[in-house]
DNA sequence: TGGCGATTTGACCATCTGGTAGAAATTGCG
DNA sequence: CGCAATTTCTACCAGATGGTCAAATCGCCA
């Protein structure tokens, strides 16, 4: 019988093993995509034996579904900080700063999110389209405000989100790159944030 | 005996088959990845049997090499056309657009190489260290000179070069989510090429 | 401590996948 | 045309992979 259902509680059996198994799901599918990873190299990093894994999640799929749900909030919830009634320029300026910071913390996350959308986004494309739209739309229209109110540079509002994303997100995705490019004794996203932040205050300078 | 050696020149049948697997193949893996591509998959979309492919290249591994060989060039060519005794602004914005119109031309290649970064680049690592970072550094160094000129404003060029890739492959790589979130009635490419236009004017006025 | 559900396991299966063997068909050239 | 080299196809294989199942073990608490 399935775990976590009905007539029982979660156990703390189910939170620990569930955990690892996301955990360890993370690790696997950010680094060799959703078809090259396997249950057992799952399973293995889990701790876990391949079975004992399926108990606790039905398929492959379903760890995956599971691990993109929790996603997007994650993604999206650096933009909803974004205060229409704050500064502009420091506003967008600190959610640069946020992004990158995930990119930083979160680089996983980052390249399953990545593998996702070079794929098509087949798992994604609803939410992409629904709710990352919607929020999306709502902030660049107060993007517009800004510029039509000459605190900001007037500049296209969706692609100035877009560059945000491709700055901050490159420096996770494309980790080996940067730093195979930059050799050694750098420390790319410290670097990173210094640039970006001079990037942006330029850019968005009226 | 494989194709294309010795006694024997390459023949029209060799060309074609041979284009037509290469082709197919940048197909399949620039979509699935390498691991989560099959070579059945490629035979099909080639209009090649499975045995019939594999006299052409002798394996999986084989196709995607050679691929990936031909990739580097090709990326690396529009910044190798950067060329140091031009005016300094004119060049870095063709540069930009170089770059833009590549990722527009050729999303495939753009993907398939966002994949083999995105897993840890395990087969091109050496050209990334080696190759690139030479070319980057080049260049790097004459992004310094004019910096230090006065005649762009100074930035750390490594980060500037990276922004740049970052910012044109974004629109390649992520053209789901950049269209999901556009929505119907625009051309992403079109409208990124002035955008970029605009951004790096600003960023690299002194 | 006995009992019962929760958890774990080893053995197993059907399918898929990369790759091979060798015969058959085709091609190109003197 | 005649024939050797090239190209293509059918049949097949061994290993990997996602997933199943019944039986064994664990852990909680009445």
Chains 1, 2 share one sequence.
Not at 83 to 98: F, K, L, N, Q, S
Not at 122 to 131: D, H, Q
């Amino acid at each position: 019988m399935a775990a976590g259902q009905q007539k029982t509680r979660t156990t703390r059996i189910q939170a620990r093993n569930r955990e690892a198994i996301l955990t360890a799901a993370l690790e696997v599918f950010s680094t060799f995509g959703f078809r090259g990873s396997t249950l057992d190299q799952i399973a293995e990093v889990a701790g876990l034996s391949k079975p004992n894994m399926l108990y606790y999640f039905g398929s492959k799929d379903a760890i995956h579904a599971e691990l993109l749900a929790g996603l997007l909030d994650t993604w999206l919830d650096p933009l909803r900080a974004l205060d229409p009634e704050g500064d502009p320029v420091a506003e967008i300026i600190a959610y640069v700063h946020r992004k990158l910071e995930i990119s930083r913390l979160y680089p996983r996350e980052s390249r399953l999110f990545a593998n996702e959308i070079l794929q098509g986004a087949p798992r994604i494309m609803a939410a992409l389209a629904g709710e990352l739209k919607e929020l999306v739309d709502e902030k660049a229209a107060v993007l517009k405000l800004w510029a039509d109110a000459g605190r900001i540079a007037p500049l296209p509002p969706h692609h100035l989100i877009f560059s945000i994303w491709a700055l901050t997100q490159h420096y996770a995705d494309f980790d080996v790159q940067v730093r195979a490019v930059l050799g050694e004794g750098h420390d790319p996203f410290a670097e990173a944030d210094a640039f970006l932040d001079t990037l942006f205050r330029k850019l968005l300078a009226p």
